[in-house]
């Protein structure tokens, strides 16, 4: 989504980026519409170098963004809204969060998407399957949407549980009930594997009855590029909010042991020397030179640098720029630039949203295409 977000404001300058909370468990839609009137103020303030006509432009789509929010209702609220609009062409982008953000509004040469990966990154697409008695159902998660994607409508068949001795023809229908089974649970991983094709996910979550989970998981396994783990959390008839609220639990939860180990690997690949670095003065050098391929931020954080006129290099207090000589220009936001410039590099950029084993070195760490 961070890149969508990027490729939609290319060539478009200034952007007004805008992140609104709008979590219905913490403030009514009131007040949500009272903090975006202020964002509104604050965004009148920044924008005097265009002009009335602008202006006007702008002031459209806060009000555009006010009456979205009063729209809100029933299951599949988002948290959040980040929106990114242009004073020449209107809003480029909406994005609804599955996370509260900082209420911020900005506009800068650039979209301001350090918000919009922390609120994203533990939230990843996913597949959810819900597996009962009548039929199985595919739906696609992305944020704090939920779609339903694809229904089968085969029956899916209890096992039989063993009440002691079993004659040949309970065995028998023991031996029935469980090849349907396999049959009925090879063909949803055959159906999932085909949907994942058309829009590959970076997961999916399993709800099924407990004595299927085992067997359900292993078959879903035949597809190695998309791990699948049980909901074991929900009931079975749960309805849709429940679904999305117990995968955004898992997801959570995967997102924190995923980060514990890609921070551990960092630090050990580094100190071996390979292909990994840390802190600020070292992750900047990776990145002039295009070696980034994922960047680590415990969180997102503004802060001072410097930045080449000439050839984009980012610095931390260089006077010249350490590629073509050039004089460097003070960067007032030098996280959101770098962030900027490894997803435009095909790189992969992960807010932790807490506190790390990096905090010892800046709070960020970078895995590398090669090593330096």
């Known amino acids: 989504m961070a890149k969508r977000v990027l490729e939609q404001c290319q060539g478009q ?9 709008a979590d219905r468990t913490r403030k009514s839609p009131k007040e949500t519409l009272i903090d975006l009137k202020n964002q509104a103020r604050a965004a009148r303030e920044q924008s005097s170098p265009l002009g009335e006509e602008g202006w006007k432009k702008l002031e459209g789509v806060f009000d555009s963004l006010a009456l979205r929010l009063e729209g809100f209702a029933g299951e599949g609220v988002p948290r959040g809204v980040a929106l990114f609009a242009s004073p020449r062409s209107g809003v480029l ?4 969060l599955p996370s509260s953000p900082k209420p911020s509004v900005d506009l800068r040469g650039g979209p301001r998407i350090l918000p919009l990966l922390e609120a994203l990154c533990p939230y990843r697409d996913s597949w959810i399957l819900v597996l009962d008695r009548q039929q199985s159902t595919f739906y696609r998660t992305h944020g704090e949407r939920l779609t339903l994607q694809w229904e089968m409508g085969e029956e899916l068949p209890r096992k039989v549980r063993d009440a002691g001795y079993q004659g040949g023809e309970e065995r028998k229908l ?3 009930v469980d090849e349907t089974l396999q049959r009925h649970l090879r063909s949803v991983a055959a159906r999932l594997r085909e949907l994942n094709d058309q829009r590959p996910a970076e997961r999916a979550w399993v709800q099924v009855h407990r004595d299927l989970a085992e067997e359900a998981l292993r078959a879903l396994g035949s597809i190695p590029s998309l791990p699948a783990r049980w909901l074991q959390g929900c009931r079975e008839g749960a309805h849709r909010g429940e679904l ?8 959570l939860r995967c997102f924190f042991e995923e ?17 990994a670095t840390l802190g600020l003065r070292s992750v900047l050098a990776a990145s002039n030179q295009g070696a980034v391929h994922q960047l680590v931020l415990e969180e997102q954080e503004v802060r001072n640098g410097k930045r080449c006129p000439a050839c984009g290099a980012l610095g931390l207090d260089e006077t010249e720029c350490p590629l073509c000589g050039t004089l460097m220009e003070e960067e007032a936001d030098l996280w959101e630039v770098l962030a900027r410039r490894v997803l435009e590099r095909d790189g992969e950029v992960l807010v932790l949203g807490r506190p ?4 010892d070195h800046y709070g960020l760490g970078a895995r590398l295409r090669f090593a330096l």
Do not use: N, W
């Open 13 to 21: 300058d200034p952007i007004l980026s805008v992140y609104v909370d």
């Open 93 to 96: 982008e909406t994005v609804d």
């Open 174 to 176: 023991e031996r029935r």
């Open 244 to 251: 999305l609220e117990e995968a955004r639990t898992e997801a």
């Open 259 to 275: 980060g514990e180990e890609l921070v551990s690997r960092i630090l050990e690949e580094s100190s071996a020397g390979g292909t």
């Open 356 to 359: 790390s084993a990096l905090r």
